[in-house]
C-alpha cells in the first residue's frame, strides 16, 4: 500500500519502505520515519521566502526540519516548526 509519493507499506513485512530503493524506514506505520535520517537547522535557510527572523513574532527558535530515505537520501518530509514541537507528519490507515 503506497502511503505517499515516496512511501509504501511493505505487504509482506509491514514495514514502510522508500518507493525508489525500497530501504526500511520504519518497522510499523504507527512509526513510519524511524529509521530517517533527520536534519534540522534554522529556519531561515529554507529558502529566500523564508527570510523573516521568528524572533521577531516568536519566544522560540523556529527550525527548519527534514527527513531522508538513508538508502537513496529522497526528501521524505520537510516542516518547520518551533524547536522542541513533535513531527505534525502522520497517516490515518483506517
Known sequence: MNLDLNLRVDD??????CRHCATRIGDTTAE????A?????????????VHA???AFVDREV????AFCPG??????T??????EPSYRSW???
Open 63 to 66: 527550525l527548519l526540519r527534514q
Open 79 to 84: 516542516e518547520i516548526v518551533p524547536d522542541g
Open 32 to 35: 513510519p520515519m524511524a529509521h
Open 53 to 55: 527572523d521568528p524572533a
Open 92 to 94: 490515518s490507515l483506517t
Open 12 to 17: 509482506a513485512t509491514g514495514t514502510v519502505v
Open 37 to 49: 535520517l533527520r536534519h534540522a537547522r534554522p529556519s531561515t535557510e529554507a529558502g529566500p521566502g
Open 72 to 77: 537513496c537520501l529522497t526528501l521524505l518530509s
